[in-house]
């Protein structure tokens, strides 16, 4: 029979004697993670490979520190990387709803802003001042007074003309016109016109008609001359403004002379304040249509002059890290702001503002996938901006709405950055198994372990980590004790004697609730007994579930029996997790017996509230049974076997060495004691396997039993190779060294029968048969009987159908 565990065996302690320090006030700051050899390696690796398709995806469960590792390193690793250069939008004059996207060296792009804004501003006071000046106003008033000459002599020598031929020039609606007139001057009226004979009306026509033409010559000419004046006007003005532009643009022409594409926009600008000069010219203020209401002055926009900062690494030091807590589309890729003036919403591309992949863009780009997958078209977009290796600003719902309008499309800027996803393992797996893009353009895994070994090492390097969160956060410093318990807890974490957890947002918690036990205790220090409070209270807070569970079994609500003996029925154990806190849950599993052939029946299956593995475990006991008792002839036999008062799912294997006991006690008729429960899995052949949660499962059966007062005779068993799992709660380990609880590791099933009835299980012979009066002897002796009953229950119904044949008649007993 299979010996209890020793306390020694059920809890590592930390010998304070290992870790050489009074308390973490003395130890210096730890550089680096502790525990992700593993992961860094990897990190360090995507980060160094440049190829396309080589970003990044950081695995590992929630606390592992995944974010504070990348961002540590990215930090370090990009100071010491090449700025990126700087980007800005300017007007495309050729295309105004397409922004042109000029790259400058990192800095110059404010430079090229205050630039263009001062050149705005002398030119706005310049020009003016050239058309001011004595120079400008005799060439303008020389042409003007030309045209004018010209225009009084064509007309002149016309006036003339009609004025002898007894006409005039006079104005009308629709112009010049020629009329005839009297010795005194005035018009001839149409009734006067009517009285004249017909000779002269058709001279005065003659003649009229004659002027009216030459006068439509003279308005030619003269509209001619007009477009002369305007050209030579226009192109005077040009002449003048372009003393006052032209150098200023070639001064920044020869200040950007290595960048041809902002000598370009530059030669596009001169051209575009030459055709435009009346902007620069002093606006005289339009009198209101409304005498009362005063309209505010309406102030020229130079605004297609200006310079859009887009992008500037000025300040950066080394390569951008950019970490985005909110990817939304438009937080990634920009957006194009408006501003609303008299009611109407407007834009221009000074409102094109960078999104988090501009500013990341020659550098690293940090993101949850989690909440990348929360914000529509975010991650598509991503993928396709990484494949493409160009950043574009659109519209995403411009394809979802009835009627297009139009919008700005800023010029695609070219995309260098490593990208680094941060996530949990599920996560990773789902989008490399389903999403081939995934695979192309995230080729390297981080992944982050989530328990380290436990050596002196990494005990120092624990006491280390709670030296630094002390002191960054003004906590009391740990003494030995108080560390000791610290990675005790590390381990219980770990589920594991020789592991520690490398989940430190959960050390850190308990590392900042432990300081609050110790700074309400009056300490100077935390010790501890401050950590063990800590934990306490954790626990307080969290099960109430578990207390509610537990008030039931004592009102025999849920029945649980912890003493006697009964055949068919054993304590099961199962772990229900609340999320923030995990507890184990006694549980009856029974099994019923009897003459038939339906074989083992698992209830949960049949009721649907039995999951795969669970199913798999009934189909292992069906073949144990099958391997142990029917060597030598079949066995016929119909059984149940259920968890009594379940209402909800269950899954898992962990139940099937409790499950074979109950079924083995029903067959033989032998009483299971119910001062014990089980946990375990096993194979074909008998063999114990581990199963999770093994700390948890035994401290609920020990609750239990301590409530209901512990008399020596309680107790669990276990698989054996689930002892180094063991970081029991100190309250179990007491009372395992005061004998009134025990824990029993075994290795063969057998073991577990022998502890929960008090009798051999029995070895089986070389002939297939057991030692009589063993267990296994008892449960042969039972299959025999129900195989014999079986047998002659077949032999009755033959006799039965031989009988009914015989008194038929004979035509009926004849074949067909």
């Given at each position: 029979?299979?010996?209890?565990?020793?306390?020694?065996?059920?809890?590592?302690?930390?010998?304070i004697?290992?870790?050489?320090?009074?308390?973490?006030?003395?130890?210096?700051?730890?550089?680096?993670?502790?525990?992700?050899e593993?992961?860094?390696?990897?990190?360090?690796?995507g980060?160094?490979?440049?190829?396309?398709?080589?970003?990044?995806?950081?695995?590992?469960?929630?606390?592992?520190?995944?974010?504070?590792?990348?961002?540590?390193?990215?930090?370090?690793?990009?100071?010491?990387?090449?700025?990126?250069?700087d980007?800005?939008?300017?007007?495309?004059?050729?295309?105004?709803?397409?922004?042109?996207?000029?790259?400058?060296?990192?800095?110059?792009?404010?430079?090229?802003?205050?630039?263009?804004?001062?050149?705005?501003?002398?030119?706005?006071?310049?020009?003016?001042?050239?058309?001011?000046?004595?120079?400008?106003?005799?060439?303008?008033?020389?042409?003007?007074?030309?045209?004018?000459?010209?225009?009084?002599?064509?007309?002149?020598?016309?006036?003339?003309?009609?004025?002898?031929?007894?006409?005039?020039?006079?104005?009308?609606?629709?112009?010049?016109?020629?009329?005839?007139?009297?010795?005194?001057?005035?018009?001839?009226?149409?009734?006067?016109?009517?009285?004249?004979?017909?000779?002269?009306?058709?001279?005065?026509?003659?003649?009229?008609?004659?002027?009216?033409?030459?006068l439509?010559?003279?308005?030619?000419?003269?509209?001619?001359?007009?477009?002369?004046?305007?050209?030579?006007?226009?192109?005077?003005?040009?002449?003048?403004?372009?003393?006052?532009?032209?150098?200023?643009?070639?001064?920044?022409?020869?200040?950007?002379?290595?960048?041809?594409?902002?000598?370009?926009?530059?030669?596009?600008?001169?051209?575009?304040?030459?055709?435009?000069?009346?902007?620069?010219?002093?606006?005289?203020?339009?009198?209101?249509?409304?005498?009362?209401?005063?309209?505010?002055?309406?102030?020229?926009?130079?605004?297609?002059?200006?310079?859009?900062?887009?992008?500037?690494?000025?300040?950066?030091?080394?390569?951008?890290?950019?970490?985005?807590?909110?990817?939304t589309?438009?937080?990634?890729?920009?957006?194009?702001?408006?501003?609303?003036?008299?009611g109407?919403?407007?834009?221009?591309?000074?409102?094109?503002?960078?999104?988090?992949?501009?500013?990341?863009?020659?550098?690293y780009?940090?993101?949850?996938?989690?909440?990348?997958?929360?914000n529509?078209?975010?991650?598509?977009?991503?993928?396709?901006?990484?494949?493409?290796?160009?950043?574009?600003?659109?519209?995403?719902?411009?394809?979802?709405?009835?009627?297009?309008?139009?919008?700005?499309?800023?010029?695609?800027?070219?995309?260098?950055?490593?990208?680094?996803?941060?996530?949990?393992?599920?996560?990773?797996y789902?989008l490399?198994?389903?999403?081939?893009?995934?695979?192309?353009?995230?080729?390297?895994?981080?992944?982050?372990?989530?328990?380290?070994?436990?050596?002196?090492?990494?005990?120092?390097?624990?006491?280390?980590?709670?030296?630094?969160?002390?002191?960054?956060?003004?906590?009391?410093?740990?003494?030995?004790?108080?560390?000791?318990?610290?990675?005790?807890?590390?381990?219980?974490?770990?589920?594991?004697?020789?592991?520690?957890?490398?989940?430190?947002?959960?050390?850190?918690?308990?590392?900042?609730?432990?300081?609050?036990?110790?700074?309400?205790?009056?300490?100077?220090?935390?010790?501890?007994?401050?950590?063990?409070?800590?934990l306490?209270?954790?626990?307080?807070?969290?099960?109430?579930?578990?207390?509610?569970?537990?008030?039931?079994?004592?009102?025999?609500?849920?029945?649980v029996?912890?003493?006697?003996?009964?055949?068919?029925?054993?304590?099961?154990?199962?772990?229900?997790?609340?999320?923030?806190?995990?507890?184990?849950?006694?549980?009856?599993i029974?099994?019923?017996?009897?003459?038939?052939?339906?074989?083992?029946?698992?209830?949960?299956?049949e009721?649907?509230?039995?999951?795969?593995?669970?199913?798999?475990?009934?189909m292992?006991?069906?073949?144990?049974?099958?391997?142990?008792?029917?060597?030598?002839?079949?066995?016929?036999?119909?059984?149940?076997?259920?968890?009594?008062?379940?209402?909800?799912?269950?899954?898992?294997?962990?139940?099937?060495?409790?499950?074979?006991?109950?079924?083995?006690?029903?067959?033989?008729g032998?009483?299971?004691?119910?001062?014990?429960?089980v946990?375990?899995?096993?194979?074909?052949?008998?063999?114990?396997?581990?199963?999770?949660?093994?700390?948890?499962?035994?401290?609920?059966?020990?609750e239990?039993?301590?409530?209901?007062?512990?008399?020596?005779?309680?107790?669990?068993?276990?698989?054996?190779?689930?002892?180094?799992?063991?970081?029991?709660?100190?309250?179990?380990?007491?009372?395992?060294?005061?004998?009134k609880?025990?824990?029993?590791?075994?290795?063969?099933?057998?073991?577990?029968?022998?502890?929960?009835?008090?009798?051999?299980?029995?070895?089986m012979?070389?002939?297939?048969?057991?030692?009589?009066?063993?267990?296994?002897?008892?449960?042969m002796?039972?299959?025999?009987?129900?195989?014999e009953?079986?047998?002659?229950?077949?032999?009755?119904?033959?006799?039965?159908?031989?009988?009914?044949?015989?008194?038929?008649?004979?035509?009926?007993?004849?074949?067909?």
């Amino acid at each position: 029979m299979s010996e209890p565990l020793k306390p020694d065996e059920l809890f590592r302690c930390c010998e304070i004697a290992a870790l050489d320090f009074g308390t973490t006030d003395e130890l210096k700051d730890l550089m680096g993670t502790i525990g992700q050899e593993k992961a860094l390696r990897s990190l360090d690796f995507g980060l160094s490979l440049n190829s396309q398709g080589f970003n990044i995806f950081a695995m590992g469960e929630d606390g592992t520190g995944k974010m504070r590792t990348v961002k540590t390193l990215l930090s370090e690793r990009a100071s010491g990387e090449k700025i990126p250069p700087d980007w800005c939008y300017v007007y495309n004059f050729k295309n105004p709803d397409y922004p042109l996207a000029i790259s400058l060296e990192p800095g110059k792009g404010a430079m090229f802003q205050n630039d263009m804004n001062e050149l705005v501003a002398t030119l706005r006071d310049e020009i003016p001042k050239s058309f001011d000046s004595k120079e400008y106003g005799k060439q303008r008033g020389r042409i003007i007074e030309e045209f004018q000459q010209k225009q009084k002599d064509l007309f002149a020598g016309l006036e003339e003309e009609a004025r002898s031929k007894g006409f005039a020039i006079r104005k009308a609606v629709s112009g010049l016109l020629i009329v005839p007139v009297k010795k005194n001057n005035e018009p001839l009226t149409e009734e006067e016109f009517a009285e004249l004979d017909d000779k002269t009306k058709k001279r005065v026509e003659e003649v009229g008609k004659s002027l009216q033409e030459k006068l439509d010559d003279v308005v030619r000419a003269v509209r001619e001359a007009e477009k002369l004046v305007k050209e030579m006007l226009s192109r005077l003005e040009r002449e003048i403004a372009l003393g006052s532009v032209g150098h200023l643009i070639e001064d920044l022409k020869k200040k950007h002379s290595n960048n041809e594409k902002i000598t370009d926009y530059l030669g596009m600008v001169q051209e575009d304040i030459l055709a435009n000069l009346e902007d620069f010219k002093p606006a005289e203020e339009q009198p209101s249509q409304l005498p009362f209401l005063r309209m505010p002055k309406q102030e020229l926009s130079f605004v297609r002059y200006a310079v859009n900062d887009f992008v500037n690494n000025g300040e950066t030091k080394g390569a951008p890290v950019i970490f985005e807590s909110n990817p939304t589309y438009l937080n990634l890729f920009g957006r194009t702001e408006y501003k609303v003036q008299y009611g109407m919403a407007t834009t221009d591309f000074s409102l094109i503002k960078p999104g988090a992949l501009h500013k990341a863009n020659g550098g690293y780009l940090v993101l949850n996938v989690m909440d990348l997958f929360k914000n529509i078209f975010s991650y598509d977009a991503l993928k396709r901006a990484l494949r493409t290796k160009e950043l574009k600003m659109e519209d995403v719902w411009e394809q979802y709405r009835l009627v297009s309008t139009a919008g700005m499309k800023p010029e695609a800027l070219p995309l260098d950055i490593k990208v680094v996803l941060i996530g949990i393992p599920y996560v990773y797996y789902v989008l490399y198994n389903m999403d081939d893009e995934f695979r192309e353009l995230f080729k390297v895994k981080a992944d982050f372990d989530n328990r380290m070994p436990r050596t002196k090492e990494n005990m120092i390097k624990y006491a280390i980590f709670v030296s630094g969160l002390q002191k960054d956060e003004k906590l009391l410093p740990f003494d030995r004790g108080g560390v000791a318990k610290i990675i005790e807890y590390g381990s219980r974490l770990a589920g594991h004697q020789e592991k520690l957890s490398t989940q430190f947002s959960h050390v850190a918690d308990l590392v900042r609730e432990s300081h609050y036990w110790a700074n309400k205790a009056g300490s100077d220090v935390v010790m501890g007994l401050h950590v063990v409070k800590a934990l306490d209270e954790k626990i307080l807070r969290s099960n109430r579930i578990e207390e509610r569970i537990r008030e039931a079994t004592l009102e025999d609500t849920l029945i649980v029996n912890t003493a006697g003996e009964k055949v068919g029925q054993v304590n099961g154990l199962a772990v229900l997790s609340l999320g923030d806190y995990d507890f184990g849950k006694p549980s009856r599993i029974t099994a019923r017996t009897y003459i038939g052939k339906a074989g083992v029946v698992n209830i949960e299956r049949e009721t649907k509230m039995s999951g795969k593995i669970h199913e798999k475990a009934i189909m292992i006991i069906t073949s144990y049974l099958g391997s142990r008792y029917a060597t030598r002839k079949p066995i016929s036999l119909s059984a149940s076997i259920t968890f009594e008062q379940l209402y909800e799912m269950i899954e898992g294997d962990s139940a099937t060495c409790a499950e074979l006991y109950a079924l083995l006690s029903s067959i033989a008729g032998i009483p299971l004691k119910q001062s014990y429960a089980v946990t375990g899995s096993m194979d074909q052949n008998g063999e114990v396997q581990p199963i999770g949660g093994v700390n948890e499962k035994i401290e609920g059966f020990f609750e239990l039993c301590k409530y209901r007062g512990l008399d020596g005779s309680h107790g669990v068993i276990i698989p054996r190779r689930n002892v180094k799992n063991l970081m029991i709660r100190q309250e179990v380990v007491d009372a395992v060294k005061e004998g009134k609880f025990f824990i029993y590791p075994i290795d063969k099933v057998e073991e577990g029968l022998e502890i929960l009835t008090g009798r051999q299980a029995g070895e089986m012979s070389d002939d297939g048969t057991y030692p009589e009066g063993t267990i296994n002897w008892h449960v042969m002796k039972r299959l025999g009987e129900i195989a014999e009953a079986m047998e002659k229950k077949k032999d009755q119904e033959r006799e039965t159908l031989n009988s009914t044949v015989a008194h038929k008649p004979e035509s009926e007993q004849k074949p067909d």
